[in-house]
């Protein structure tokens, strides 16, 4: 792997990090039953772009973020806030898990790509799996 390579290796799960709001936008626009094309018309962005946020290929300025929010019925940025902190423990889970089951770092980008409900499904099972966590300095379960 040359040096490019590895760069984009490392910078990968940094960029999937800021990208988890758009799945909470989605989550709450199917909710209400609202399309791609309706949320859209509502907020004066492309359905195109909408799109790409919620799948989490662009990261939304606070601005449209707010535009967003009121538009779906969130007022408060906590929400994201909420959103982003829940994703942020749920794929330490999953490294976690992915750590101590032998399946090679080289692919867990891939899960961390995987919808929150798919990652929580899998780090849970992982778990199950695996076993507790124990600390290394002293073998006890945590």
């Known amino acids: 792997m040359d040096a490019s390579a ?3 290796q490392r ?4 960029i999937a990090t800021r990208q988890r709001i758009g799945p ?8 209400q039953g609202r399309s791609l094309s309706d949320l859209a018309a509502h907020t004066g962005i492309s359905v195109s772009y909408l799109s790409r946020l919620e799948k ?3 990261v939304p300025s606070f601005t449209l973020l707010s535009r967003l929010g009121s538009e779906l019925g969130v007022d408060d940025l906590g929400f994201f806030v909420s959103a982003e ?4 423990a749920v794929d330490e889970d999953l490294r ?3 750590g101590r089951s032998g399946i090679p770092e080289s692919v867990w980008p891939e899960f961390l790509e995987l919808s929150i409900t798919a990652r929580r499904a899998l780090a ?3 778990q199950a799996r695996n076993g507790p966590r124990r600390h290394a300095s002293n073998g006890r379960d945590n």
């Open 96 to 98: 976690q898990g992915l």
């Open 11 to 14: 910078r990968r799960p940094a």
């Open 24 to 31: 909470a936008i989605r989550e709450l626009r199917l909710r």
């Open 85 to 88: 902190r829940e994703a942020t």
């Open 56 to 58: 989490g290929r662009s």
């Open 124 to 126: 849970e099972s992982l």
């Open 6 to 8: 590895a760069n984009e």
